[in-house]
């Protein structure tokens, strides 16, 4: 109470940080006004001496008020010129408002602006734009998707060249060279995809010239929110194709079928059960604790949660729950159903009868044995030899991956089927499975489920099940966004996830005013019981709206809602559009007449982010009616919505229509509301709405958010252990790609390989010569450096460091001799194809490990109570140590073992052929062939063995380079 007197006196946060900035408004609105008088060329010599002063020493700080006053100025002079966007002809009609400078400096200063809709983002963000690209360092301007991107590229760019900037727009399958040139540019437009798979491709390039970008310098993130946030859950992937597949989805899956439907009848046979006692007592503990285990094994289904909802009989299994979970006997229910259902979790359990089910006959098929036992088992029997150890330990390894390939199958089958629904989660198109995005309702083009999920739900709808694929480069949007040396981001809707900006990238949020008040008028939820009651309603509304001639934009959660409502609409004879994944073909035209007299317009959330629906000029005085079928998760997503409406001024309505039978109110708020709706005594096809109840729903919602930020806090903590090791592997790479004296550091390598091997092989540390195992130390040597065995009785006396000098002098006469038969520049050539090769090589194996790692913490985690995170990190810093220390020895050892065989023709040829299309290492005979058997015998064994992508030496490379694989990634096998 206290606080809401304060902020009514002195205003919120918001406010106060506003009026501070209104001087330096004032100061750049003069600026702007002195300008207005300059000519022509004296103006637009502006930003040559802004660049200038800063090359001199000046801040941007200090050339801000200057720079924001050239830029509303420039904007004030092209008013009314026509140009072209997109082939469409435009006339400009910008001139930057106070609050739209204010959204400009909170931007400038590395804060999240949340403006309105209808205020003006677009415009607002060239401020700063021309601010940091004066300095030359290259600004990343991030849209969510190409259309975006290519139109503001283009319609701001009008301002920019104008005022002597240049402006590129990456846009997907767009050249490397094409990409370069981009970059090149003052201002690059783009979205966070293209920006994101462009960084880990410059990481994959084999050489300097092939790289496209140019550093991390200032970023600007429009819809900041679902990019950062909506986003940050999908970590971007290149991968390639796996030689073969080991997946079983295609022969487990008629058992999960049967499974599935046999959980179905079952979970009719309780409610069924339940039913029949209840009508002899309405509180039989019995009746309710069959219901209880009947929600466990099939939450979503219908007649179910109808029983639940009608009868109030939730309460009463809540409390049966509480019991099973004080006595720690919940899993005594699981074992009576085939297997139980985490929805808040995402998870799927099967339970013994449901294993005795799928597998009658071997009771060992679900069974996985102690890796670590065995393994152990079979290195200490004595009755076998070296090579039936190792012959057992091979046919253990292959029996246990295919039983752990089969048991990971079986659970994303299981998912599939229980946990995501077709037209909700994904639709099938043309034969393919593809993904529907939650916050936009758009399709994911080239996007798959991960770990396996998408071909699991592949074999479900019956389509192709595509190969598999293993990981070649990975990064976050989270880790990839926190490069940038400063990072901005705008949104009509941030203020809700402030906390997780400021967490995870240390952003400000700041909510800027409107530049006339707004005049929507935001209605109370109403709530039904049932589905069946709420789209009844929808319909009744939509044909009052219509009747009326008020235009209503129809939002709902999912492809399958949107059809389900089109179909009741045809019915009554309302005439209407339908935009979702489906049919998304038309949408600019029908967002166009979206807000015309009596349009009606059905739309999943495509609707709800960056676009704006202009009305018409007969139905200005009543405004867009925004009416959405359903409350989303996040509570942005529904502000989102409500946000179409009610733009700069104009009046509008918005309501949404609720059911208990919604998934959000059904996992988080069900009990609290259906409680209510007991207590009121609400009846079949009434409504209730009230304040109380909207807030009580909001609630609802803040629990989900802070569920899914505390999953994506989670994921940016394992993601950091990731983030470090690539930041190493990268800088040494990039390093070794750029630097011209890539020997000197292969000198290094030597120096590290050559001291860690004595300290390895030492029993003293620097003690006398005579306590190392001076064989063992050769052995080692001659092994990687071709180094011959010494005398004993010559070394046997010599310190440490009279050794280690010893041994580098004769491996670099060894290396001399290889160099002087081409030439120095060739051979440091070759070394850096070497060292590119092998990082690419190792790296690549290392991710799959990590992925691995990370699963096996998990399932450690739970034997030994401790946090998985810790054994992860543990882990994979001794994977890392690990990785370095392999990573020098191959590339010493394939630089030391090649075999340089050419003649002075030759060499001119093959220089001739390096340079043109860096495809053939003739003059280094054999490197390759050792590269692949040095690789293979320095690794070890593994539980599962996945081989290099198998592909034509002619067709594109994995990496997505644009080169053929010959020419890229295929030296590497050539």
Same mark, same amino acid.
């Given at each position: ?9 002195y205003?919120?946060?918001h ?8 001087p ?33 020493g ?35 009609d ?41 300095t030359?360092?290259g600004?990343?301007?991030v ?6 991107a ?6 701001m ?12 727009v ?17 201002i ?5 995809? /293209? ?9 994959m ?7 496209v ?73 019995e ?27 939730l ?9 099973y ?10 074992e ?15 339970s013994?009868?449901?294993? /005795?089910y ?61 946990l ?24 994911m ?57 400021f ?41 009052e ?18 059809e ?21 073909a ?46 989303h ?10 946000g ?29 509301i ?9 009846? /079949? ?35 950091n ?57 050769y ?8 180094i ?24 670099e ?22 060292v ?24 450690e ?5 401790k ?50 299309n ?57």
């Open positions: 109470m206290l606080a809401k007197i304060v902020r009514k006196i205003g919120s946060r406010d106060r940080t506003v009026r501070k900035m209104y330096l408004v004032k100061r750049i609105k003069e600026l702007a006004d002195s300008y207005q008088t300059l000519p022509e060329e004296e103006f637009l010599s502006h930003t040559d001496q802004f660049k200038k002063r800063i090359a001199d000046a801040t941007l700080n200090e050339i801000l008020p200057e720079a924001y006053a050239t830029v509303k100025e420039a904007a004030r002079r092209l008013m009314d010129t026509e140009f072209t966007v997109q082939g469409n002809r435009m006339i400009w910008m001139i930057h408002y106070d609050v739209q400078i204010i959204g400009g400096i909170a931007l400038a200063e590395n804060s999240i602006a949340e403006m309105a809709t209808g205020e003006g983002k677009t415009l607002v963000s060239t401020m700063p734009i021309y601010l940091h690209a004066l030359g360092k600004v990343h301007v849209t969510v998707n190409d259309y975006l290519e139109r503001d590229s283009q319609w760019g009008y301002l920019f060249n104008y005022l002597g900037l240049s402006v590129g990456i846009l997907n399958n767009m050249r490397p060279s094409k990409r370069r040139e981009m970059y090149q540019c003052d690059t437009y783009g979205t966070n995809n /293209e920006f994101g798979f462009d960084y880990l491709r410059d990481n390039c084999g050489d300097v010239s092939e790289l970008q140019r550093g991390h310098f200032f970023a600007i993130v429009d819809e900041v929110d679902s990019v950062l946030i909506d986003e940050a859950r999908t970590p971007l992937i290149i991968s390639g194709p796996v030689s073969h597949s080991t997946h079983q989805y295609d022969k487990l899956n008629p058992l999960v079928k049967r499974l599935v439907g046999r959980q179905r009848d079952h979970v009719n046979e309780l409610i069924t059960k339940a039913e029949e006692l209840l009508k002899n007592d309405p509180n039989d503990y009746a309710c604790r069959l219901l209880l285990i009947a929600q466990r094994g099939a939450p979503k289904n219908k007649r179910l949660n109808r029983l639940l909802n009608d009868e109030g009989y309460k009463k299994i809540q409390n049966v729950e509480s019991d979970l004080r006595e720690k006997k919940i899993h005594q229910l699981d009576e159903i085939y297997f139980t259902i985490e929805e808040k979790n995402n998870t799927v359990d099967m013994d009868i449901g294993r /005795e799928i597998s009658p006959d071997d009771p060992e098929y679900f069974v996985l044995p102690e890796y670590g036992s065995v393994i152990a088992d079979i290195e200490t029997d004595e009755s076998l030899s070296d090579i039936e150890k190792l012959e057992k330990k091979e046919a253990f390894q292959e029996e246990y991956s295919v039983k752990a390939e089969r048991l990971h199958n079986i659970a994303q089958l299981l998912k599939a089927y229980m995501f629904e077709k037209d909700d989660e994904y639709v099938v198109q043309n034969g393919q499975v593809q993904i529907v995005d939650e916050f936009t309702g758009r399709i083009e080239g996007r798959r489920f991960s770990d396996g999920l998408h071909q699991a739900i592949e074999a479900k709808e019956g389509v192709k099940i595509e190969r598999e694929t293993q990981t070649m480069a990975t990064i976050t949007l989270q880790n990839y966004f926190r490069m940038y040396d400063k990072l901005a981001g705008m949104t009509g809707t941030a203020e809700t996830e402030s906390l997780e900006f967490e995870i990238y240390k952003l400000d949020t700041l909510v800027i005013p409107t530049n006339r008040p707004i005049a929507r008028n935001d209605l109370n939820d109403r709530i039904y019981r049932t589905k069946r009651e709420r789209y009844n309603a929808v319909v009744d509304k939509i044909t709206l219509h009747e009326n001639g008020q235009p209503v934009l129809v939002g709902t959660t999912s492809v399958d809602e949107s389900l409502i089109s179909r009741m609409l045809k019915r009554t004879g309302i005439q209407h559009n339908v935009l979702n994944a489906k049919n998304n038309h949408e600019a035209e029908i967002i166009a007449n979206a807000g015309q007299k009596g349009a009606v317009t059905i739309s999943t959330n495509m609707a709800g982010r960056g676009t704006d629906i202009k009305l018409g000029k007969d139905v200005k005085d009543v405004g867009l009616f925004v009416l959405g079928t359903g409350r998760e996040a509570r942005r997503i529904d502000r989102q919505l409500r179409r409406s009610g733009r700069q001024g104009d009046p509008g309505t918005t309501e949404f229509y609720l059911s208990i039978e919604d998934d959000l109110l059904r996992l988080f708020g069900m009990d609290r259906a409680g209510m709706m007991d207590r009121l005594k609400v009846e /079949e096809g009434e409504v209730i709405t009230h304040t109380l109840i909207t807030r009580q729903i909001e609630k609802a919602q803040k629990r989900v958010e802070m569920q899914n930020f505390s999953i994506r806090k989670r994921l940016i903590e394992y993601d252990v990731m983030n470090t090791q690539r930041t190493v592997i990268y800088d040494q790479r990039m390093a070794a790609l750029k630097n011209e004296s890539v020997h000197e550091m292969i000198m290094e390598r030597l120096d590290t390989f050559i001291q860690n091997t004595i300290d390895n092989f030492s029993s003293g540390g620097k003690g006398l010569a005579g306590d190392w195992f001076l064989d063992e130390i052995t080692k040597f001659s092994d990687v450096l071709l011959d065995h010494d005398p004993v009785d010559e070394i046997r006396e010599k310190t440490f460091e009279e050794l280690t000098a010893h041994i580098k002098a004769k491996a006469k060894i290396l001399q001799m290889k160099i002087d038969l081409v030439s120095k520049e060739r051979f440091e050539e070759f070394e850096r194809y070497v590119l090769s092998v990082t690419d090589s190792y790296w690549k194996d290392h991710l799959y490990e990590m992925d691995a790692l990370r699963e096996n913490s998990q399932m985690a739970m034997g030994k109570q946090d998985p995170l810790l054994i992860y990190k543990a882990g994979a810093y001794d994977m890392f140590i690990k990785l370095l220390d392999s990573m020098d020895e191959q590339i010493l050892r394939l630089i030391w073992h090649v075999k340089v065989e050419m003649d002075p023709a030759q060499q001119r040829q093959v220089e001739q052929v390096y340079q043109t860096h495809s053939s290492m003739n003059a280094f005979d054999g490197a390759s062939q050792e590269m692949q058997q040095a690789a293979q015998s320095s690794r070890g064994n593994k539980t599962v063995v996945r081989d290099d992508p198998k592909v034509g030496r002619n067709d594109p490379c994995p990496c997505g380079s644009g080169k053929k694989y010959k020419q890229c990634h295929g030296k590497v096998t050539a």
